[in-house]
């Protein structure tokens, strides 16, 4: 049996983990020696100075050097070196319980690819998981992520997950820190995997030193990871508001000021909604831009309905719309100017001349973003074709 591939492959990344590594890698051993698995366990170590090198070896585990720093490079380093069709990854400092593996060979056996454990559903042992943790930040995150992306994850960072190792490679993950466990199950929904989840028991970690997860800093790279993984939330829907908002204002005032309780309003909020409309219409762009790029860069799978658009709005189309914006904020712009005319180029009313100049000046800037917005467009798609 020795000889035949090992169906499992145990990952545990590995940074100065001496007081606990030993104790994880028995369980496993014992639990898929239980069960009659063909298992290999793999310690992915990130330049250990603690001796974890040679106690993983004298309990029976292969040693990766990983010489990347990082949770997401020890992981990949020993995902890829994993000969198994199946790979556990779990964190070497005792807080999972590596003698109940069970649950995630029996789902990734049944043709599950991601098995995501669930701390939530499992329990949270007292003094596994700081507060903030536990009712603030990992709730919150995977409340975002499952809102971003349609997620069916309950627990987006549990640390003990399986998972078809086919299957996760071709995700091509590429984050070096601890937001990799994020990357892996936003890729994973995005590129339709079946994931499910089982309850999993988080125990207070059995090593004296610091974690190596740091709450803020590493709680905003998994934020960021999520806002840069969604063009539409970052970008496309705070656009739309915004250019809804301007234009509604904007058509608002445009016959003249309005009062409401007590307080005026005139060309100066008429100013600040035109500034919505370009904004909100820079944004827009934005999103269009970052799917196209993630797209082709691989960072996202392709999706038919921006396809679809593309069938439709090309860069011709672009140019005519542009130009009409443009022409729209010429005719206003010499209206103006025939206006000012006949008052000898002299003063004028800013509030009656305003409501004139500034649609004129925001059709003339938003034509000429959409022409430049065009061409760029165009040019992130001749490597996208």
């Known amino acids: 049996m020795t000889e035949l591939a090992p169906e499992v492959s145990v990952v545990m990344p590995c940074l100065n983990e001496a007081e606990t590594l030993a104790t994880c890698i028995a369980k496993a051993r014992r639990a898929l020696d239980e069960a009659k698995i063909r298992a290999e366990i793999i310690v992915a170590d990130n330049g250990s ?3 974890s090198q040679g106690l993983a070896t004298a309990s029976g585990a292969r040693v990766v050097h990983v010489s990347a720093p990082g949770y997401g490079s020890a992981l990949m380093g020993g995902i890829a070196a994993a000969r198994g069709q199946y790979v556990i ?8 319980d590596f003698s109940d593996l069970m649950p995630f060979v029996v789902r990734l056996r049944a043709g599950d690819d991601l098995v995501m454990g669930n701390r939530f559903t499992g329990g949270v042992r007292r003094g596994a998981m700081p507060a903030s943790h536990r009712y603030l930040g990992n709730p919150l995150l995977t409340a975002i992520g499952r809102l971003f992306f349609q997620s069916p994850c309950g627990d987006f960072h549990c640390g003990l997950r399986g998972f078809n190792k086919a299957a996760v490679i071709q995700l091509d993950l590429r984050t070096t820190g601890m937001e990799f466990a994020s990357e892996m199950v936003v890729k994973a929904t995005l590129h339709g995997l079946r994931i499910t989840e089982v309850p999993t028991t988080l125990s207070p970690a059995g090593r004296s030193r610091p974690p190596h997860l740091h709450t803020w800093r590493d709680g905003w790279r998994h934020l960021r990871f999520l806002l840069l993984y969604s063009p ?3 970008f496309l829907y705070p656009g739309v508001l915004l250019m809804l908002g301007g234009a509604a204002v904007g058509a608002w005032l445009q016959p003249g000021p309005r ?3 007590g307080v005026t309003f005139d060309v100066h909020t008429l100013v600040y909604a035109a500034m919505s409309i370009l904004v909100g219409f820079q944004a827009i762009a ?5 799917k196209v790029f993630a797209i082709s860069e691989g960072l996202l799978p392709e999706d038919p309905r921006l396809s679809k658009v593309f069938r439709w709005v090309t860069l011709e189309v672009g140019l005519i719309v542009g130009a009409v914006g443009v022409l729209i904020g010429l005719a206003g712009s010499v209206r103006a100017l025939g206006f000012w005319g006949e008052h000898a180029f002299g003063q004028l009313d800013p509030s009656h001349t305003l409501r004139t100049v500034i649609p004129a000046v925001t059709c003339l800037t938003l034509g000429c973003q ?3 917005s065009s061409f760029f467009l165009s040019v992130l798609g001749l490597r996208r074709k």
Do not use: C, E, K
């Open 286 to 290: 934005f999103a269009v831009f970052t």
């Open 89 to 96: 990854m779990g964190d070497a400092d005792d807080s999972y």
């Open 259 to 261: 009062t409401v309780g």
């Open 49 to 51: 100075t603690d001796g």
């Open 232 to 234: 539409r939330w970052l």
């Open 370 to 372: 959409i022409v430049f």
